[in-house]
């Protein structure tokens, strides 16, 4: 049996909705975030020592069991294990070299800059002297203005410029990778980074949430705040 030990406001979303997709049968473990710090309890540590969300643990028998993280890792684990040849196009074609792509792109490429975004909009922001206030404030807001936002809208502008021939991230299909790469654009979304010249995206944001499984697993998750 499957169990995936999902943290709030994590991206192991991604995961639920996977499932729900290949309509394979899971159990729910939720961990709550240290309202504080914001860093995973240590329960969740227990199960994988970096207290990363997801994680996905499959007792295969009373012998074996297998744990696994990082998002990647998990889809892949899962589609060879589960997939039934669902949710990836077939091997040796240009769409499967674009969905190993974009597999990868997700957490390599686009996720970095936003995080970085995150962390030096609130820098500023958190206590401390007086007189250092300003001068932090002064050095994120350079690295954000001649960094960090360049970076995302390369990277946004990217992909909108992908989609405009095709329906899906990998091709004319829906696959994993449309699933992996949808955290970074609702992440981006949620900072302000998409608009009106991201008529692509805009609509790969629509499509995928209509999508029924992902509607289930949002359910089963609970709603999540992405970067507030």
């Not at 074609?93 to 995150?118: F, I, N, R």
């Not at 909009?121 to 807001?141: D, N, R, Y």
């Not at 949620?190 to 697993?217: D, M």
Request: charged share 25%; glycine share 4%.
């Amino acid at each position: 049996m499957i169990t995936i030990h999902h943290l709030n406001n994590s991206r192991s979303q991604r995961i639920l909705w996977l499932l729900e997709e290949l309509e394979i049968p899971y159990e729910l473990k939720f961990y709550e975030r240290d309202p504080k710090t914001m860093l995973a309890p240590k329960s969740l540590r227990d199960v994988h020592p970096l207290g990363k969300s997801p994680v996905l643990t499959d007792e295969k028998n009373t012998d074996e069991r297998n744990t696994i993280a990082e998002s990647g890792a998990i889809i892949e684990y899962v589609l060879k294990n589960y997939g039934n040849n669902r949710l990836r196009p077939e091997q040796n074609t240009p769409e499967d070299l674009q969905y190993t792509y974009w597999l990868h792109y997700a957490e390599g490429s686009a996720m970095p800059p936003l995080v970085l975004s995150l962390i030096f909009s609130e820098a500023p922001k958190q206590p401390m002297l007086f007189f250092v206030k300003p001068i932090v404030k002064g050095f994120c807001e350079k690295v954000l203005s001649t960094y960090v936002n360049p970076q995302i809208k390369l990277n946004i502008d990217f992909m909108e410029n992908e989609l405009k021939n095709k329906l899906w991230f990998a091709g004319q299909e829906f696959s994993a990778a449309d699933i992996q790469i949808s955290f970074p654009l609702e992440a981006a979304a949620a900072r302000g980074s998409l608009n009106s010249n991201h008529p692509q995206l805009t609509n790969f944001l629509e499509k995928i949430h209509a999508r029924e499984a992902y509607q289930k697993a949002l359910k089963k998750g609970g709603t999540y705040n992405l970067f507030h």
